[in-house]
């Protein structure tokens, strides 16, 4: 395997154990920093450490062996690891030279996970995407490392400007003796030149700037700025679907918004759907009043899920009653608008001209600027978060396919 200058680096910063005490690589996706560093973390640890504990951190569990092991463990089998696996405990077991160490498996998803490490002693820490972990679970896991010679590692994308992360570590690196590289898709020698404007032309706007250029800057505008309703809409097409879905932002005082999604090929087409505002028509409706716009919605099509907002608790209980199989929708917003965004630019997912409530909103969906973290500004949004409600799972089902350029890096 061919690594770059700057891959070389991080594969041997912690030769001279001295000069730093942490890493800090960020940067463009796909740039060569997360199978670097993953390496380069379990060469310093055999060599350093010998019955200690380590840990391996990513948002979850899965996007952790995703994102790192499944390449990762194959490519250290060959040079000579003994590797092995216990997946019911999250624990990693290595052996080499005569050193053995255990590699604990933590998911820090929400502020609950900082009890998960707590406890640990750890004699290091590798946080892949450590900039989608809260900020308490990362300082846990830092407090863990207490072992003598414990050094700490993280790997990023590129976030709001504003975020703890950057302005606590990135912007502190010299204080905090850590190591800090910027990585571009150049230094990657995996990829291609055609690889490379495939990935350029994925993205656009704050994506674009995020995850190709490399850059902490801040969301504003319009969130899908790159869509045109005259250009992007299409008519519902001819022919059959093989398959139907419907997505749900369950609304009482607010509105109600599904999507009739029909698929052709590796193509979701939003073919249809029902909004409800109780507080322009001057009435709140019941679950089951609900239940009957949607299988009115639906027509005589076989429906193979009804994706739907996770907070409707009666709601969903009132369409299993009724027969219908139901998902519980992930709600994570920012990796909702990345994956929604990357499947509509590839077209495959599309708005037909028939949803006008759904193409309004797309028009006005803006990014709220006054906040620190990334979110949309919560104003006519509901057609916007049943459409990510549905991405979402398209993209969940098809984690070999046409949503890989998202969900690679995200849990």
């Not at 998960?116 to 900039?131: K, N, R, Y």
Request: with cysteine; net charge positive.
């Amino acid at each position: 395997m061919r690594f770059s200058p700057k891959q070389r680096k991080v594969l041997t910063w912690w030769c001279r154990p001295g000069d730093w005490e942490a890493i800090i690589c960020d940067g463009a996706v796909r740039s060569g920093k997360t199978f670097s560093m993953g390496l380069s973390f379990f060469l310093w640890s055999m060599a350093r450490f010998d019955g200690r504990q380590l840990g391996l951190c990513g948002k979850t569990i899965t996007s952790l062996r995703r994102n790192l092991l499944a390449e990762l463990v194959p490519y250290l089998r060959r040079l000579g690891f003994d590797c092995r696996e216990r997946r019911s405990e999250n624990l990693l077991t290595v052996r080499l030279g005569g050193h053995e160490n255990r590699f604990l498996l933590f998911g820090g998803r929400d502020e609950s996970s900082a009890a998960l490490i707590q406890g640990s002693t750890l004699a290091g820490v590798l946080l892949d995407e450590a900039a989608l972990m809260p900020r308490s679970f990362v300082e846990q896991a830092v407090a863990r490392c207490s072992v003598a010679g414990s050094r700490l590692w993280f790997n990023c994308n590129p976030e709001n400007p504003q975020h703890w992360f950057y302005r606590e570590w990135i912007l502190k690196a010299r204080e905090r003796r850590a190591l800090y590289l910027h990585f571009t898709m150049e230094d990657n020698p995996a990829l291609t030149p055609k690889i490379r404007a495939r990935y350029r032309s994925a993205y656009s706007g704050i994506f674009y700037r995020r995850f190709v250029l490399g850059e902490w800057t801040a969301a504003q505008g319009r969130v899908y700025d790159f869509f045109d309703r005259e250009r992007d809409s299409v008519p519902v097409p001819a022919g059959p679907f093989r398959e139907w879905r419907i997505s749900v932002d369950y609304g009482t005082a607010n509105p109600a918004s599904f999507g009739l999604w029909g698929r052709q090929g590796e193509t979701w087409y939003r073919v249809g759907e029902y909004y409800y505002d109780s507080r322009r028509e001057g009435r709140q409706k019941t679950d089951a009043e609900y239940v009957r716009d949607l299988r009115q919605l639906a027509g005589d099509r076989e429906i193979g899920r009804v994706i739907v907002d996770p907070s409707a608790a009666s709601f969903i209980e009132a369409l299993r009653r009724e027969g219908f199989s139901v998902v519980r929708a992930d709600n994570d917003v920012a990796d909702g608008i990345r994956v929604t965004a990357d499947l509509l630019k590839r077209r495959q997912l599309v708005i037909c001209d028939t949803c006008a409530d759904c193409l309004r909103e797309m028009e006005t969906y803006c990014w709220d600027a006054r906040g620190q973290r990334d979110a949309p500004r919560k104003e006519q949004d509901h057609a916007m978060d049943d459409l990510r409600y549905f991405a979402m799972d398209a993209a969940a089902g098809e984690r070999g396919g046409f949503a890989a350029t998202w969900v690679e890096r995200r849990a």
